[in-house]
């Protein structure tokens, strides 16, 4: 007999609630420390943590690349046509470089360049060499013209104008470090005398205090700036390898040892970004990107110093505090901030990537412990590598900054994808991770990222 076609809809639901009622419940263990082990519950990460393959880093790259090598065309136009100048017996008061979004002759693009050396060197693929094998011998080509122009005329215009007449250290130093090293890697380009121009505008033409130091007279007369340690030295240290003139490397020296002396803050191992001779007192302001440009600079000059010049282990030292320094900042999203000991101000990219660079380099050739670095340094790219968009653009990059005393003038730069600064330094310091990962091996040990030590 079917029951239910005889029990009511309002019996149904009696019947149900008594079954329910005497159905045992098993009860569910409280989650606590005896039942689960709360180690090994996943944290909530605001930027990927552990390792990225080589795979996913070179894609990164590789996004970057596209974007610039098509926004920065390695061409010359007329510019009242617009068509394509290919024969260099034609050039005129008219040509210009194919308009794009960035300067092929300013020295962010100097980091560029070397970045793209770099990314080859990490990968093999010679396709980022090649980008900047191809733009430095447009250059080199068209100079001749020019120099010859501006002999009989001193305005007359010219794409490379501040390549043949360099104003400032920006003009001069990261483009001729660039170059250097493509003539040291065998670039077929008559570099050579554009090199020697810059060299001379560091070593004999750009103002200087008595004592040697490099500086400007703006904003203030007799002013240091922490960017021109990386405007000037990283171009007199390759000047020294290529020539092997030791007068090279001794100026490069100095100038880390004088501005050290004026800039560094031993107490938290971080530079003032400006130093204004007439001020009794320096107020320190910690820039992010200049101290990028510092710890850069001494990479790069370990690079090529001879071991046994006497200045090695100064800048060596100098090195490492200054790293030790920046550790100590590094925010828990692997970013640092815009000034760097000031945590509400914004974490910025160009910086954070220089210091991964920089750090991962370090590690890479022997200077610091990699056991205590560098999970900090991959970290550090795991950041950089989520401002990369889809485009390959970087967001996140503070743009070109001078020199402030007060608070504000740091805290509310602006951020802009065209800030033509990061895009250098991502390529470096995904380079420098690339070759990092290649050298050794890590393990997510008790939740935590770890060297693995080779027993």
């Given at each position: 007999?079917?029951?239910?076609?005889?029990?009511?809809?309002?019996?149904?639901?009696?019947?149900?609630?008594?079954?329910?009622?005497?159905?045992?419940?098993?009860?569910?263990?409280?989650?606590?420390?005896?039942?689960t082990?709360?180690?090994?519950?996943?944290?909530?990460?605001?930027?990927?943590?552990?390792?990225?393959?080589?795979?996913?880093?070179?894609?990164?790259?590789?996004?970057?690349?596209?974007?610039?090598?098509?926004?920065?065309?390695?061409?010359l136009?007329?510019?009242?046509?617009?068509?394509?100048?290919?024969?260099?017996?034609?050039?005129?008061e008219?040509?210009?470089?194919?308009?794009?979004?960035?300067?092929?002759?300013?020295?962010?693009?100097?980091?560029?360049?070397?970045?793209?050396?770099l990314?080859?060197?990490?990968?093999?693929?010679?396709?980022?060499?090649?980008?900047?094998?191809?733009?430095?011998?447009?250059?080199?080509?068209?100079?001749?013209?020019?120099?010859?122009?501006?002999?009989?005329?001193?305005?007359?215009?010219?794409?490379?104008?501040?390549?043949?007449?360099?104003?400032?250290?920006?003009?001069?130093?990261?483009?001729?470090?660039?170059m250097?090293?493509?003539?040291?890697?065998?670039?077929?380009?008559?570099?050579?005398?554009?090199?020697d121009?810059?060299i001379?505008?560091?070593?004999?033409?750009?103002?200087?205090?008595?004592?040697?130091?490099?500086?400007?007279?703006?904003?203030?007369?007799?002013?240091?700036?922490?960017?021109?340690?990386?405007?000037?030295?990283?171009?007199?240290?390759?000047?020294?390898?290529?020539?092997?003139?030791?007068?090279?490397?001794?100026?490069?020296?100095?100038?880390?040892?004088?501005?050290?002396?004026?800039?560094?803050?031993?107490?938290?191992?971080?530079?003032?970004?400006?130093?204004?001779?007439?001020?009794e007192?320096?107020?320190?302001?910690?820039?992010?990107?200049?101290?990028?440009?510092?710890?850069?600079?001494?990479?790069?000059?370990?690079?090529?110093?001879?071991?046994?010049?006497?200045?090695?282990?100064?800048?060596?030292?100098?090195?490492?505090?200054?790293?030790?320094?920046?550790?100590?900042?590094?925010?828990?999203?692997?970013?640092?901030?815009?000034?760097?000991?000031?945590?509400?101000?914004?974490?910025?990219?160009?910086?954070?990537?220089?210091?991964?660079?920089?750090?991962?380099?370090?590690?890479?050739?022997?200077?610091?412990?990699?056991?205590?670095?560098?999970?900090?340094?991959?970290?550090?790219?795991?950041?950089?590598?989520?401002?990369?968009?889809?485009?390959?653009?970087?967001?996140?990059?503070?743009?070109?900054?001078?020199?402030?005393?007060?608070?504000?003038?740091?805290y509310?730069?602006?951020?802009?994808?065209?800030?033509a600064?990061?895009?250098?330094?991502?390529?470096?310091?995904?380079a420098?991770?690339?070759?990092?990962?290649?050298?050794?091996?890590?393990?997510?040990?008790?939740?935590?990222?770890?060297?693995?030590?080779?027993?």
């Amino acid at each position: 007999m079917n029951l239910t076609k005889y029990i009511s809809i309002k019996n149904l639901s009696i019947l149900i609630v008594a079954i329910y009622i005497q159905t045992p419940i098993i009860a569910q263990e409280p989650t606590n420390d005896v039942t689960t082990p709360l180690h090994l519950l996943q944290p909530d990460y605001p930027t990927p943590y552990g390792t990225k393959s080589v795979a996913q880093i070179t894609a990164t790259l590789d996004r970057v690349y596209n974007f610039l090598d098509a926004s920065t065309p390695a061409k010359l136009v007329d510019s009242k046509s617009n068509q394509e100048v290919t024969n260099l017996k034609r050039l005129d008061e008219n040509t210009i470089f194919a308009p794009g979004a960035f300067r092929l002759t300013s020295y962010e693009w100097g980091v560029t360049y070397a970045g793209m050396l770099l990314a080859t060197e990490a990968t093999g693929n010679p396709k980022y060499a090649n980008y900047t094998n191809e733009r430095i011998k447009l250059i080199a080509d068209i100079a001749p013209f020019y120099k010859e122009q501006i002999k009989k005329n001193k305005d007359f215009p010219s794409p490379i104008s501040t390549v043949l007449k360099p104003h400032a250290l920006d003009d001069a130093g990261a483009v001729c470090a660039a170059m250097i090293k493509v003539e040291r890697a065998g670039l077929k380009a008559d570099l050579r005398p554009l090199i020697d121009n810059f060299i001379d505008y560091i070593s004999n033409k750009e103002f200087r205090f008595s004592d040697g130091t490099l500086a400007r007279n703006r904003p203030q007369p007799n002013t240091l700036w922490l960017d021109d340690l990386f405007m000037s030295v990283p171009a007199l240290a390759q000047m020294g390898k290529l020539t092997g003139e030791i007068k090279y490397f001794d100026d490069a020296v100095k100038q880390l040892a004088l501005f050290s002396e004026r800039m560094f803050n031993k107490g938290n191992g971080l530079y003032m970004h400006g130093w204004v001779k007439a001020m009794e007192d320096h107020p320190q302001y910690h820039w992010a990107r200049a101290n990028g440009w510092a710890v850069m600079t001494m990479v790069e000059l370990l690079e090529v110093l001879p071991k046994n010049h006497p200045g090695y282990i100064m800048v060596l030292t100098q090195l490492q505090d200054h790293i030790k320094g920046l550790a100590s900042y590094q925010n828990g999203t692997g970013f640092w901030h815009q000034l760097i000991d000031r945590s509400d101000t914004y974490l910025e990219t160009s910086a954070t990537a220089i210091y991964t660079y920089a750090i991962a380099r370090a590690i890479n050739r022997g200077y610091i412990d990699k056991l205590a670095y560098a999970p900090m340094a991959l970290l550090g790219w795991n950041a950089v590598a989520t401002k990369v968009n889809a485009k390959g653009q970087v967001e996140g990059t503070c743009v070109g900054t001078g020199m402030g005393f007060d608070p504000a003038f740091y805290y509310y730069r602006p951020i802009n994808v065209f800030a033509a600064h990061g895009y250098g330094p991502v390529m470096l310091a995904g380079a420098e991770i690339i070759l990092l990962l290649k050298n050794n091996e890590f393990e997510i040990n008790d939740s935590s990222l770890q060297l693995k030590i080779k027993k």
